[in-house]
């Protein structure tokens, strides 16, 4: 009897359903094929740093910064607070004493009048002239917008630092304001609609650029990245009805009044963007949530092969690098989804894993906290399903307990099938509490929708690694999918799934 034999899903993520790359699935929750070629297991557990059911000063963190060398991260939230989190990488702590947190708009500075502070984008970066590093924030209040300064070994704020800078001014409120230091100048770079503007030291003092207007008006940059020896600016032009959303990337020098070349990609917004082992990586969505990489043959040619995934972040504030690859968090319904991408060992194809999925109303953001031996430690924030502001942790190593789900593509045969029984084998056998459960689908004339087909329990089966689960239906298919769910309690490892099956006669 022929066997379809399912074992290696490291091709990722399919397009469609009924057609995808060798190895690819159509879709997945909470699940890792990173942690060891050869084994699918929910991963990753998420650790618990504080939440605002416990701490009332903690607000929706909606960027990170971190200081590395002090083994610091700093947030700014939705609500205008700034935090601070100590002991990183593998044992952070939320920082509440008479300093931290602090709020935006509680000093004496020009904004002070202002109301409804809400945080934009942070960045730490070293001042010169202080010869000190500094966490930057940039916000937006009812009024206008500004990038604020707290000197990091002190604590002190400067809200309206950036606009009483020489050369500085306030930010338009309309836009969001992404920061990056690019290592060519060291200058810290601030988007502000399709203006460009600057932090930078002259001979010894800080000054401010409030107008390098290198990209067409009408655009708004959401965010920058190295492209060597240009920065990378991304920005969507938002448009109207009658001309639809469209966004670019443009490259610009540092120096000259214009940036030097430009590309429009085919979608509605870059959303975010990130570099990792040098190859720019750009997200898009409104239209085909893609991500799309230069090929390095041309200066702004992307690859031809650029690929759909789940969902893009919705901001630069939401994606990150991580040892191996890009890691980034989406909405999905009421879930926050964790999701990766890049190369597993000894493999050349790229793969795309959702590796964690909660139960959440509000995204905050995602950021690498540093790493020890082989464990990348992760920092996220996000509003539970309780409206509670939650601040966690995960290490890339550590495997989930909260279930998780793996779906196939559907699989087509010359002619029709009788299914005779699946086996699932794992790597090791069920514990106590472990459950899967295996449902299916099919074409037959017309669709068969998703039925219950077996599964396979601790309770009822014991300390077992494998099942065959017969089929007691007498199921016919021209073709056929399969969802894999593991229990909301369940660990074990998926080694293969077996499909043992006989051709029959076609029917009219």
Partial sequence: MPKLVLNNFTGGKAGSQFVGAANSYYNAQGLTADLELGRLIP????????????????????????????????????????????????????VADATWAQTIGAGTDNHDAHSTFVGSHAIIWYEKSASLNMFLYSYNDNTDGDVGRCVLSSGALDDDWFSTLTGGAVLNKSFIHPLFVWKNDGRCYIGDGATIRYIYDDAGTTKASSNATVIPPGWEITSFFDAGNYLGICAWYKGSIEVPNQCAVFLWDGISAQAIDSKVIDDGKITASVVKNNIPYIFTGDKFNGLKTFDGQDILKFQDDSDTVYSVPANQNRVDTYSKGIVWMTAS?????????????????????????????????????GFTGSQDYILISYTDGSSVHQLKYFATGQIHTSGATLQTLYYSFPQRIKLNYIKLELLDNLASGDSFTVNIAGYDKATVALTAFGTMTFAADGAISSKVIRNKGQQFFDMFKLTVVWGSATDASLRQIIVDYNYVEDSE
């Fill in 333 to 369: 319904s009421s879930t926050v989804q964790i999701n990766t991408y890049g190369a597993l060992p000894r493999l050349s194809d790229k793969w795309e894993m959702p590796c964690v999925s909660i139960a959440a109303t509000a995204l905050g953001a995602i950021k690498l906290s």
């Fill in 43 to 94: 991963g990753w557990n998420l650790n618990n740093i504080s939440d605002s059911g416990s701490n009332t000063e903690l607000d929706l963190i909606v960027s990170f910064a971190i200081d590395s060398l002090n083994q610091v991260a700093y947030g700014v939230s939705s609500g205008g607070k700034l935090h601070k989190i100590t002991g990183l990488p593998s044992a952070p702590a939320l």
